[in-house]
């Protein structure tokens, strides 16, 4: 029997500003998927924020891309908009980018993560959340959890580990996808990867011949880019993922490692600046700084066939608090760069924000030089 897990996110307007989500907007998406649960069509869920995304985790057993949950999401999205637009609250519906369903979520502007895999004799499972950031923000963090030594002491210490992982990486500019072997060719997904704009990680996958069906995800990350879908800029993606953990995979110390330190993503102020990814418990997802800095969140679940169960808030812990330190000290020191880059992107990174439009009377002014 396989469990499906559906990480499925949107932002349906902030309170204030792109801050946070409204409790009632969260209250609303419960009682939405309540009705789904009583049905029969989800077996569990969870609804939570980051920043200014609501979250829906659900669990059931219709498997990838279902149609019947992708609308569930999608009317739960629709629903709390409504209440969104009572209540005035900022940009009411702005990743409602379709007009109406057509049978997935994916391409109409909510971000989704999700992996359908038999569930083990015990399966801990981890959604982080992003906000103010874009879907590379997890290559760094993955790519530590599945293929760095230095990380995950069990892929040097651990046989059911040690023959690595294999990457699915997407070229989201080109919707080209590769996949490749780790540790065999390390050097070459960090040649894609570190250029995280463009080459994102999509799945990770056990090796054959392993404790694990080589065909089921151990990890999903969602990789939807909002400017693509919409044609401008309307917000950054704010990207989620699930981590299965333990036992031949990394252990949920391993999977949280990474987060001890604060890399830097981009997004922040008008998705338009790099600083890095603060992690924090969920009361404190909130985008106040400079519309951040950015956040990540994670929620600890133990499966049981098929329920998720009450989540543990991963990162309220003291443990975190250094990471939290060092963010902070990292933001002031990229602040002080103000409009410049390399705090401002690079004017590549820019095309689909508001700067091109800045830059559109200035270039009428340019004379040609002799
Ligand atoms: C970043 C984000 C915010 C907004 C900023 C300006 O992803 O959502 O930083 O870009 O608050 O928002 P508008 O243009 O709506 O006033
Ligand atoms: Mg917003
Ligand atoms: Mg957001």
């Not at 780790?182 to 999509?202: H, N, Q, T």
């Not at 250094?322 to 602040?335: E, F, I, N, P, Q």
């Amino acid at each position: 029997m396989k469990t499906t897990v559906s990480l499925i996110k949107a932002d349906v307007g902030g309170w204030p500003g792109h801050m946070s989500v409204h409790p009632k907007i969260k209250e609303t998406a419960r009682e939405k998927l309540s009705l789904a649960k009583e049905a029969g069509l989800l077996t569990d869920f969870h609804v939570t924020n980051c920043g200014d995304d609501l979250e829906l985790i659900m669990s059931h057993d219709h498997g990838e891309n279902s149609s019947d949950i992708h609308e569930l999401a999608w009317n739960t999205f629709v629903a709390a908009t409504e209440v969104a637009k009572e209540l005035k609250l900022y940009g009411a519906g702005q990743d409602m980018l379709a007009d109406s369903f057509c049978g997935n979520v994916k391409g109409m502007g909510p971000g989704c993560a999700e992996m359908c895999f038999t569930e083990r004799k015990a399966e801990p499972v981890v959604a982080f959340m992003m906000d103010k950031t874009e879907p590379g923000a997890f290559n760094l963090p993955i790519y530590k959890m599945f293929a760095d030594p230095f990380n995950t002491s069990g892929l040097v210490i651990d046989p059911a580990a040690h023959a690595g992982f294999i990457f699915e990486i997407w070229d989201i500019l080109e919707h080209k996808k590769v996949f490749m072997s780790a540790p065999e060719e390390m050097y070459s997904i960090l040649a894609l990867i570190g250029a995280k704009s463009r080459f994102v990680i999509k799945r990770v996958f056990p090796k054959p011949g392993g404790k694990l069906p080589a065909d089921e995800p151990v990890a999903v990350i969602s990789t939807d880019k909002l400017y693509e879908i919409a044609g401008e800029y309307v917000g950054k993606d704010d990207p989620v993922a699930l981590v299965r953990a333990q036992s031949g995979l990394p252990a949920l110390g391993e999977v949280l490692e990474p987060f001890s330190f604060p890399h830097l993503v981009s997004g922040w102020m008008r998705g338009s600046h790099n600083g890095p990814i603060m992690p924090v418990a969920v009361k404190d997802a909130k985008c106040t700084r400079f519309d951040g800095p950015p956040r990540v969140t994670a929620l600890g679940f133990q499966l049981a066939d098929g329920s998720l169960g009450d989540p543990v808030d991963l990162f309220d812990d003291i443990a975190f608090d250094g990471a939290r330190a060092k963010a902070l000290d990292v933001a002031d020191y990229m602040r002080r760069h103000g409009p410049f880059e390399p705090h401002r992107l690079p004017l590549a990174d820019m095309e689909y924000t508001t700067l091109p439009k800045v830059m559109k009377d200035l270039n009428e002014r340019f004379e040609k030089m002799e």
